[in-house]
């Protein structure tokens, strides 16, 4: 147990469903983040929120929207996507972002599955 | 964007030997990090290393951060099955504050 929780753990969707996927950190932290980690890639960097405002977007298609309303809460709103997308979202959190030798802790992921 | 090359990708291994796994770039970084991602789980800090030539110790296991800081590597002495997992190195470079990951070390340790 890392105090990084996410739901849910594993999601099926269509095409052209929208879902939402959810991250909550019971650590008092002001950083999260998102990585996207599939089977062929390294882990990607998505989104960074600190002291929920977005500092940094890895060039993210616009199917993907983050939200942050307050800093314990990290959402992902899917929309529209592709099976490319299939892939586990990981979420995690730090105390800031700014810190270079910060730790991250994350989630157990949501395996996301595109059909 | 530094890209961080770990190799071996894949390491099967019987129980009691040791191992090596290593990740390099041709970056400097500010900082590099060891996590270790179990099955339906995400990855956890085992270390974080800022000076270069730096060596720090885990129980069995040995990280070294490179001299030029731009390159790392993980020793495992007498593995365990409780080591199995995915090792991921991660680095800052000094422009940028967040986290980019190698591609990972798949071990297993048979009993």
């Known amino acids: 147990e890392t105090g990084v929780t996410q739901t849910p753990r594993h999601l099926v969707m269509g095409m052209t469903n929208k879902k939402s996927l959810k991250c909550e950190q019971h650590?008092?932290?002001?950083?999260m983040y998102w990585y996207k980690q599939s089977a062929k890639k390294p882990l990607e960097l998505m989104f960074v929120?600190?002291?929920?405002?977005?500092?940094e977007n890895n060039s993210v298609p616009s199917r993907f929207s983050p939200e942050c309303p307050n800093s314990s809460h990290l959402f992902l709103h899917l929309h529209t996507l592709q099976p490319e997308d299939s892939a586990l979202y990981l979420c995690?959190?730090?105390?800031?972002?700014?810190?270079?030798?910060?730790?991250?802790?994350f989630g157990p992921g949501t395996r996301l599955t595109v059909l | 964007t530094q890209l961080l090359e770990q190799s071996p990708q894949f390491l099967s291994i019987q129980e009691g030997e040791n191992l090596t796994v290593y990740c390099n770039s041709s970056?400097?970084?500010?900082?590099l990090q060891w996590y270790r991602q179990e099955p339906g789980e995400g990855p956890v800090l085992l270390v974080t290393?800022?000076?270069?030539?730096e060596v720090k110790k885990l129980k069995r296991l040995t990280f070294q951060f490179g001299d030029a800081r731009k390159d790392s590597s993980l020793h495992i002495t007498a593995a365990q099955p409780g080591d199995t997992g995915l090792y991921l190195c991660?680095?800052?470079?000094?422009?940028?504050?967040?986290?980019?990951f190698g591609s990972g070390t798949r071990l297993q340790v048979q009993p």
């Open positions: 991660a680095a800052r470079d000094t422009g940028r504050r967040a986290l980019t």
């Open positions: 290393v800022v000076t270069g030539g």
């Open positions: 929120y600190n002291f929920k405002e977005q500092t």
């Open positions: 995690a959190s730090s105390v800031t972002e700014t810190t270079s030798t910060d730790t991250q802790y």
């Open positions: 970056s400097v970084f500010s900082s």
């Open positions: 650590l008092g932290h002001n950083a």
